[in-house]
């Protein structure tokens, strides 16, 4: 059974700094890309960040550029997601997910259960 697991969220200022992990266990993901998709509420999960199997290649959507970072440990099945300058409107639960690289839900097959960022003013 595969399980993905969210860590590193909570409430900081704006400005502030957080780091997310997301450990995935139950199966051996060789050539998956991991991805982070925010959903804040009343509004659609959407795509964030994602980073291909070689970590060669990482793509984020245009809101979180030079803010945040992704990055992963195949040897531990983690994808990290560094929050830098964190502002308001990035509150949200943050899922974690596994599958094809891309930027859209459908392509992931595997998801987390969130972990919740809260940004104060």
């Known amino acids: 059974q595969v399980q993905l697991v969210e860590s590193g969220g909570g409430l900081v200022q704006a400005g502030g700094s957080l780091r997310l992990s997301c450990a995935a266990s139950g199966r051996t993901f060789s050539n998956y890309a991991m991805a982070w998709f925010p959903q804040a509420p009343g509004k659609e999960r959407e795509f964030l960040a994602a980073i291909s199997w070689s970590e060669i290649d990482t793509y984020y959507a245009g809101s979180v550029k030079g803010r945040f970072t992704i990055s992963r440990d195949k040897s531990k099945n983690t994808v990290y997601l560094q929050m830098n300058t964190l502002k308001p409107e990035d509150t949200a639960l943050y899922y974690c997910?596994?599958?094809?690289?891309?930027?859209?839900?459908?392509?992931?097959?595997?998801w987390g259960q969130g972990t919740q960022v809260t940004v104060s003013s």
């Open positions: 997910a596994v599958g094809s690289y891309g930027s859209t839900a459908a392509e992931y097959a595997y």
